[in-house]
């Protein structure tokens, strides 16, 4: 089965902490996106990487940290500079940048 | 500023009517156009995608283009109360280091029983 995989569904963190959302995929896709959605808005870019150990800052990158050390995998970390880290995460991946986008199943996260 | 608007609605319609959303974009350089379907709590799903002007169905869905407006909708025939959800529009716009993929807010449809 190919798809995305996102843990955990839901996380709850204490304010100050950082904390790491892992996504996988087994798409054998190049591109790898992060997205964040608040309620009632648009999904806004946080980091995107077109290839393996390469990435690149979306619109809303401050607070956020990401690596792409294997194909597979593109963990976001949310960091205790974000000042309003509660959002529901999303992944994504394409085959090539800038090609129709396949979501995982979101992280949910509330900071408090 | 690099935009893609939709009508937030929500659009209600009966059982077995067409539903049509709408969305229109700020880059005229636009190449790819993408709709997809998000239903409460969930992740975007992905319906259609159209490059080209004109119409393109998939089954009770068609994606119609016209570059020349700047807009792209989709239409749901004999629309299903499970069609009910929130609709995104994301559009691929030229920027610093090639495309980025830029969604709309959504549009909520509504399907009454």
């Known amino acids: 089965d190919g798809g995305i995989t996102q843990s955990p569904k839901y996380l709850f963190r204490k304010e100050g902490q950082n904390v790491t959302l892992s996504c996988e995929q087994n798409l054998n896709h190049d591109a790898m996106y992060w997205y964040r959605q608040d309620p009632g808005q648009g999904l806004r870019l946080i980091y995107y990487s077109q290839i393996v150990n390469d990435f690149q800052k979306g619109d809303i990158a401050e607070g956020y940290s990401v690596s792409r050390e294997k194909k597979e995998s593109f963990p976001l970390t949310v960091t205790s500079a974000q000042k309003n880290p509660t959002a529901f995460y999303l992944c994504?991946?394409?085959?090539?940048?800038?090609?129709?986008?396949?979501f995982g199943p979101g992280t949910r996260l509330t900071v408090t | 500023q690099k935009e893609v608007e939709q009508n937030s609605g929500p659009l209600s319609v009966p059982e077995g009517a067409i539903a049509s959303l709408n969305c229109t974009y700020s880059?005229?350089?636009?190449?790819?156009f993408f709709w997809y379907r998000q239903y409460s709590g969930k992740s975007p799903e992905l319906i259609m995608f159209?490059?080209?002007?004109g119409d393109k169905e998939d089954g009770r869905f068609t994606a119609q283009l016209n570059k020349a407006s700047q807009y792209v909708s989709l239409l749901i025939r004999d629309s299903q109360p499970s069609d009910s959800a929130t609709y995104l529009c994301?559009?691929?716009?030229?920027?610093?280091?090639?495309?980025?993929?830029?969604f709309g807010a959504g549009t909520r449809l509504f399907v009454k029983a």
């Open positions: 994504a991946s394409s085959n090539g940048f800038g090609y129709e986008q396949y």
């Open positions: 994301a559009v691929n716009m030229s920027g610093t280091g090639g495309f980025k993929t830029i």
């Open positions: 159209i490059y080209s002007n």
């Open positions: 880059d005229r350089g636009s190449q790819s």
